[in-house]
């Protein structure tokens, strides 16, 4: 009787299409160990430090150097850290910019007629509030598209600044203490810095923790699912509009503190910016949703690229080149991010 021949187990044979997604998988995988996927702008930024202190260490290795970036950004910062609310919740706020230098030619107007300037601050900032009303009124009872409605709103403020100072910047009759608002420092750190960190903290508990926060982002995401799930859209909208524009009041009057002038032009020139660092903080952090700590990345990450670039004389156009080409790049990392989540 012959003996059985024994069977031998067979390992099963993976398909090429089968093995090119493993090594996909473990692709991804070894992404996310290293946290590329969410902190990439913190390895970009690193690598920034790095190649500029290499290249220029006695210029950009420096505490000065380390002040000026966090004091000149930390308007920006305040001015993205608002433009985060009505982007969350779907919404474009052009005017936000405008907004800022609108609040800074009348805190500094006020105070030149020889009135309180602490009045003048909250005057200012009431402005702000009060255009981010007529933003909401335009965009939510008129339904005019908030890119349109804003950028008009961009525009009557630039004419209501040049108005006020007849195109001339305000540079007599401004309190010293006003001017300490936005030059004193805290440690060696301005103090600008320490009001886009209160800022930074308080919005990204709204948004984190705060059932306002997820309505925000519910809008943001599917505002047809959210209505039918109850969540007032339209206040949303509206409230996201008042609250960005009112950060923009309080972002110009720092700025014109800061500054110790009211220039007419100075708000426009913070908008791209601002911009490129929200979409760009879109892929950091949570990728795919607007939020505080990706935005702050941001916008240090661009700082540091620009200064760098400036202390290698680079010419001063390239500012501009630069923010363009992030925004550019943010928005498709972000659209690309959202269609993943």
């Known amino acids: 009787m012959n003996a059985s021949t024994p069977a031998v187990a067979q390992e099963p044979v993976l398909s090429l299409e089968e093995d090119a997604a493993a090594e996909k998988g473990t692709r991804k995988l070894r992404v996310r160990g290293l946290g590329l996927d969410r902190f990439s702008g913190l390895y970009v930024w690193a690598g920034l430090i790095v190649l500029f202190g290499i290249w220029m260490p006695e210029l950009f290795l420096t505490s000065s150097n380390a002040r000026i970036i966090a004091g000149d950004e930390a308007i920006t910062a305040i001015l993205a850290l608002g433009l985060v609310i009505p982007l969350a919740a ?15 030619v009348l805190v500094t107007w006020y105070q030149s007629h020889g009135h309180n300037p602490f009045v003048g601050v909250v005057l200012a900032i009431l402005a702000g509030t009060l255009v981010g009303v007529i933003n909401g009124f335009v965009v939510v009872k008129l339904r005019v598209d908030s890119f349109i409605a804003t950028l008009g709103m961009s525009s009557v403020l630039a004419a209501g600044a040049y108005w ?3 195109g001339q910047q305000i540079v007599t009759g401004i309190s010293p203490d006003f001017v300490k608002f936005g030059t004193a420092q805290w440690f060696d750190i301005p103090v600008p810095v320490y009001y886009m960190v209160v ?3 308080l919005l990204w508990l709204f948004l984190e923790f705060r059932p306002g926060g997820r309505y925000l982002y519910a809008v943001g995401g599917n505002p047809q699912a959210a209505r039918l799930a109850g969540v007032r859209v339209d206040r949303i909208v509206w409230g996201s509009m008042v609250a960005s524009a009112t950060i923009a009041g309080f972002a110009g009057v720092v700025l014109a503190a800061k500054l110790g002038t009211g220039n007419p032009t100075s708000g426009p020139a913070y908008l791209l910016p601002a911009f490129s660092a929200v979409f760009l903080g879109a892929t950091q952090i949570k990728a795919g949703r607007m939020n505080v700590l990706g935005t702050l990345i941001a916008i240090y990450l661009l700082a540091t690229g620009i200064k760098g670039l400036q202390l290698a004389g680079a010419p001063v156009f390239l500012n501009d080149l630069f923010n ?6 943010a928005v498709a990392l972000s659209a690309r991010s959202k269609r993943k989540v």
């Open 199 to 201: 800022l930074g903290g």
């Open 164 to 166: 006020v100072t007849n």
């Open 324 to 329: 363009g080409l992030a925004l550019i790049l």
């Open 90 to 104: 779907g919404v474009f706020d052009l005017s936000i910019a405008a907004t800022m230098g609108f609040a800074a």
